[in-house]
C-alpha cells in the first residue's frame, strides 16, 4: 500500500462549502507518485510512460477544508501492459471517496502499449490490494 | 442535448505534452452548467442541489492544447432522486473520452436527498439519450 | 486590444461563495492564446517562447459564478527580448481586476532570451494601451 | 516566518515541461494556511476574513516535477484593516519565485473592511521579515 497525506487548500473548495468533487482526481493522481516513480526511475518524463485509460470514482462524504486527507493506494490488477488501482481517501475516520483507475504502460514515442517489465511488476506486487486481506488473517492468528 | 465549446488552456496541459487527465472532470462539469441552472434557477447557491455520487471516465484519445473542444451532454437515466448523465468529448472529429456522472438532488440543509421536481424531470427528459436514437430513426423515414 | 469571454465554473469559485483569487492568473493566461499564437504560430510548443517573469495582479471588486467576465488585453511596452501586457477583468459592467504581466521570449533549448522578431512586434504594435487612447481623442473630433 | 513543504504533482506542470506558472499563486495560497487560521480560528469559514487585493509575484527559476518545494512566508508591514505578507519559494537551493500578497481584513456580511484584532497583531508581528535581520545580527553577537 502507498500512502500519503494532503492538506486541503482554500482553492480546492468551491460555493457549496466543501471540497469540490473536481479536486479529487488531482489528489488521486497527486498519491500515485511512487507508482510514477516506478515507471520513469531516473525522471526522464519525456520518456513519460503511464497514460490513464478508465477512473471510476464514487464519492461517498462531502470533503471539508481544515482537516488533512490521506489517501491509500493498492495494485488490484496487473496485466501485460495495464495495471489497474484500488484507491481510498478518508478525512478524519470517515471513507470519503474510493477509485479505482486503469493505467496502460504507453510508449509515447512509438503510440504503442508496451509489457510492464518484470522488475516493476514484482515491486507492484508488494502493493497488492489482496495482501492486506491476508495480513489481516495473519492478525487473526 | 446540452453542448459546450471549451478552448483549452496552457494550464490544462501537462509535461506530456497533452491536456493532463485531470482536467476532464473539470470540463464534463463545466458542460453541466445548464443542468445546474434548472436546479438553481434563481442562482441562490447556497441552496445548492446537484451533489455528485459517482464519475466514470474513459478516455480514448489524447487531447492537445491549441484546437477546441466539444462536449455534448445527454440525460441517460431518470430516477426519484438520482440522475445519470452520458458525456462524449470530441476534439475535431475524434472522440476523445466518454463519462457517465450520477447525481443526487440533495438538500444541504438537512442533509437528504429529495424527489427531483416534475418540471425539472419534464426538462430533463427533452435532453433524454434515447431520444438521439430515436431522432436518428425518424431522420430514415 | 485581445478580448475574450470566459464562462466561470463552479470548480474556480471556494467556500467564500466567489470565484477563488488563484483562478484569475489562469483567466488572464487563457486570454492570452493569440499572443502565445504569434510566437508560435505553427503550434510546436517543445519550442515554447513566451516565460512570463513578473505579474501584478489588483483584486478590485469580487466576482461570481453565473454570469460571464470578459477579459481585455493590450501590449504596454515592447522590449528588445521582453514583452508587458496590460489586462482588466470585467464582469458586467464592474471592473473587477486589473493585471500586469511581464514576459520574455526566451529559448528553452539554450536558456538564453532572444530578440522578439521584427513581424510580432509590428503585429504587436496594433495592440498597444496607447492607441487606445489616440482612438478615444479620435472618437472627439 | 511560516513555512511548508509541498510536492509538485504532475497536473501543476505544463506542456513546456515545468511546473505552470498558475500554480504558483496556488502554493503560496496553500502557504497561508496558519494566517488563515489565525483570522478563523473556530474554522467557520461563513465568516471568512482575509480577502487579497494585490499579489506581485516575480518568476525567477523555473521549478521542475519531481522535487519538493519550499515556501517561506513573512509579515512585511501590519496596518490597521490590511496585511502584507512576503514570501519566497525554493526548490532545493534555488530560490525560484517571490511574491508580496497584500490582504485586508473583510467581513464579508457588511462588506466592510475591519481593524485587525490586537491579539492576531501581536501574533503576527512574531512572523515580521524584520526580526529575520535582527535575528541575523543577534547571530553575529
Not at 480546492?12 to 479536486?23: C, M, Q, S
Not at 470517515?94 to 515491486?123: M, R, W
Given at each position: ?15 457549496v462549502?466543501?471540497?469540490n ?9 497527486a498519491?500515485?507518485?511512487?507508482i510514477?516513480?516506478l ?7 519525456k ?8 477512473t471510476?470514482?464514487e ?15 493498492w495494485v488490484?490488477?496487473?496485466?501485460n ?11 478524519g ?10 493505467y496502460v ?9 508496451e509489457s510492464?517489465p518484470?522488475?516493476i511488476?514484482k ?11 491476508l495480513?489481516?488473517?495473519n492478525?487473526?492468528?
Amino acid at each position: 500500500m502507498f500512502e500519503i497525506i494532503i492538506t486541503p487548500r482554500i482553492s480546492e473548495t468551491d460555493l457549496v462549502g466543501h471540497i469540490n468533487n473536481t479536486t479529487l482526481p488531482v489528489w488521486f493522481e497527486a498519491a500515485r507518485y511512487p507508482i510514477f516513480h516506478l515507471f520513469n526511475p531516473n525522471q526522464d518524463y519525456k520518456d513519460w510512460k503511464m497514460i490513464v485509460v478508465k477512473t471510476t470514482l464514487e464519492y461517498k462524504r462531502q470533503i471539508f477544508f481544515g482537516k488533512d486527507v490521506v489517501i491509500r493506494t493498492w495494485v488490484k490488477h496487473i496485466g501485460n501492459t495495464s495495471l489497474r488501482l484500488y484507491e481510498e481517501l478518508y478525512q478524519g475516520d470517515l471513507l470519503c471517496a474510493v477509485n479505482e483507475a486503469v493505467y496502460v504502460n504507453f510508449n509515447l514515442a512509438t503510440q504503442q502499449s508496451e509489457s510492464i517489465p518484470p522488475h516493476i511488476k514484482k515491486e507492484l506486487l508488494q502493493h497488492f490490494y489482496e495482501e492486506q486481506s491476508l495480513q489481516n488473517v495473519n492478525d487473526l492468528n
